[in-house]
């Protein structure tokens, strides 16, 4: 097999793995390689977060009486888990203000808070957001279907609301089965902000193809940025298994106390 290959182009391969620069690339990064690896994690924590607030509200939804909040529910899992997130991506940031009439959605620079961030970005965080709440919302409607309906009832039959009875009683005991799915979701969402690169958001693999486009050591670079990548879901798989460590001894010790009494 080697032997054709080099046949094919003359024995002309001229490939050489430039050590010394993929050593500098990993381990001593730039400022800008830096910089475009903390807007990963941000990009990475803050979509999250969305996602997990509006996959509450959608996983209520489906364990509504009302149909038309089912039926919503379900027409927004149907695109969201049917599509790809690039695809999703594109449209947010390029067909919705072509929708709206070329209205000017993210603009070069936007004021949210004590921040100037660019508005690319917040369009990937929204979308990131919206795509992930259709996972997360059926995550957390398992995990809530998972504890006793008996449960509710005891809590109502104590004079709660049912809102009360799901924030109280439902909700932090559906949290041991939610958070190991949570957990992979992060990990996965950790390597979705890649695609941000599309939109010309300068997060880490953005940054990564810069420095390709400046010094043409395309294997060096892109092997390097797999290294930050697997660091990244490295730590958080660590930090995941001791989060389930403790919710699992926390779980234990309460059966304890429980089989005591």
């Excluded at 795509?131 to 919302?137: D, Q």
Aim: positive net charge.
């Amino acid at each position: 097999m080697l032997n054709s290959i080099l046949a094919y182009f003359d024995g002309d391969v001229s490939f050489v793995f430039d050590t010394s620069f993929f050593l500098r690339f990993v381990f001593s990064p730039s400022p800008a390689l830096l910089k475009g690896l903390g807007l990963t994690v941000a990009a990475a924590i803050i979509s999250q977060v969305l996602g997990v607030i509006l996959g509450c509200l959608l996983a209520l939804a489906g364990l509504s009486r009302f149909g038309l909040l089912r039926g919503c529910n379900q027409s927004y899992l149907f695109f969201f888990r049917g599509t790809p997130v690039l695809v999703q991506l594109v449209l947010i940031y390029y067909g919705l203000p072509y929708l709206l009439g070329g209205a000017d959605l993210f603009p070069p620079r936007v004021f949210i808070g004590p921040l100037w961030v660019q508005g690319a970005l917040v369009a990937g965080i929204v979308t990131f957001g919206l795509h992930e709440a259709a996972y997360m919302s059926e995550i957390i409607r398992a995990g809530i279907q998972s504890i006793d309906e008996g449960q509710s009832e005891a809590a109502q039959a104590l004079g709660m609301t049912p809102a009360l009875a799901m924030r109280r009683i439902i909700l932090p005991q559906a949290a041991r089965v939610i958070v190991p799915p949570l957990g992979n979701q992060f990990n996965q969402m950790l390597k979705t902000t890649s695609l941000l690169s599309v939109i010309a958001v300068p997060e880490l693999f953005r940054v990564a193809e810069e420095v390709q486009s400046a010094t043409y050591k395309s294997f060096e670079v892109y092997l390097g940025v797999s290294v930050y990548y697997l660091a990244l879901t490295g730590a958080w798989t660590i930090v995941q298994m001791l989060i389930e460590r403790s919710l699992s001894g926390s779980r234990r010790a309460v059966t304890a106390k429980t089989r005591a009494a």
